[in-house]
C-alpha cells in the first residue's frame, strides 16, 4: 500500500531562518506531488505542485520555493521565513491518471515562525 | 474557470440529527468530486469520491453524496450525527486532463450534545 510522510511534524523557527520541509512517498511510482498551506481558520492554498523529476510548478509567488530531486520526494524551501510563513503545510500526492486523481495527504508540519 | 463553492463555513447540529454540508460546483465539463475529512492538526482523509459512475456516492463512516448535474451539486449528507463526526470537510473537483484539484474554502462541522 501507498504511504505519504512528511517531516518535520513540528517545527518553529525564528523570522529570517531557513526552512526545508521534506515529503517522501512510498509504494508509488511516477506520483504527481504538491505542496499546501493552511494559515490559521483558513482553507487549503496550493503552493507547488509537480509531475516529475525537476518538473515544478508554482501557484503563488512567494519567498517559498520546491524542489524534486528524486521521483518520490518532494520538498519546501525557503532561505528567510516570513511571520507570514507560519501555517500547516501539507503534501500530497495523485496517481498521474487524472482519472485517479484523488489526492492522498501526509500527516502535515505545524510551523511556527516567531 | 472551474471553482467549487461550499455553502456555509461553519455547520452546527445536534448529536443524532441530520448533518447536510452544500457543495455546488462551476464547471464546463462535468468533474470528477471529492469530499474529504480533516480532523485537527491531520492531514486531510477521503470521505467519497463520484466519477460519474452512479450519482450516489457512499463514502466512510456512514456519508454519502449525491451529484446533481441539474443543480451543479455535491451536497454531503450522513442522516445521524456523532461527536465523532466533528472536523473540517472540503469539498474538491478536477475536470479531463487536469493536473489539479480545485477545492472549496472548507465547511467546520460541530456537534452539540
Known amino acids: 500500500s501507498q504511504t505519504i510522510h512528511q517531516w518535520p511534524a513540528t517545527l518553529v523557527q525564528p523570522v529570517g531562518s531557513p526552512l526545508s520541509l521534506e515529503c517522501t512517498v512510498e509504494g508509488t511510482s511516477n506520483p504527481n506531488l504538491y505542496w499546501y498551506r493552511q494559515a490559521a481558520g483558513r482553507g487549503l492554498q496550493l503552493l507547488f505542485y509537480?509531475?516529475?523529476?525537476?518538473?515544478i510548478s508554482s501557484e503563488v509567488p512567494q519567498n517559498l520555493s520546491a524542489s524534486r530531486p528524486q521521483d518520490r520526494q518532494f520538498i519546501l524551501s525557503s532561505k528567510k521565513l516570513l511571520l507570514s510563513d507560519s501555517g500547516f503545510y501539507l503534501c500530497?500526492?495523485?496517481?498521474?491518471?487524472?482519472?485517479?486523481?484523488?489526492?492522498?495527504f501526509g500527516p502535515g508540519t505545524r510551523l511556527t515562525v516567531l | 474557470a472551474q471553482s467549487v463553492t461550499q455553502l456555509g463555513s461553519h455547520v452546527s447540529v445536534s448529536e443524532g440529527a441530520l448533518v447536510l454540508l452544500r457543495c455546488n460546483y462551476s464547471s464546463s465539463v462535468p468533474p470528477y468530486l471529492f469530499w474529504y475529512v480533516q480532523y485537527p492538526n491531520q492531514g486531510l482523509q477521503l470521505l467519497l469520491k463520484y466519477t460519474s459512475a452512479a450519482t450516489l456516492v457512499k463514502g466512510i463512516n456512514g456519508f454519502e453524496a449525491e451529484f446533481k448535474k441539474s443543480e451543479t451539486s455535491f451536497h454531503l449528507t450522513k442522516p445521524s450525527a456523532h461527536m465523532s463526526d466533528a472536523a473540517e470537510y472540503f469539498c474538491?473537483?478536477?475536470?479531463?486532463?487536469?493536473?489539479?484539484?480545485?477545492f472549496g474554502q472548507g465547511t467546520r462541522l460541530t456537534i452539540n450534545p
Open positions: 500530497a500526492w495523485s496517481a498521474r491518471d487524472w482519472r485517479y486523481n484523488e489526492q492522498f
Open positions: 474538491a473537483a478536477i475536470i479531463q486532463g487536469a493536473q489539479k484539484l480545485v
Open positions: 509537480s509531475v516529475g523529476i525537476g518538473q
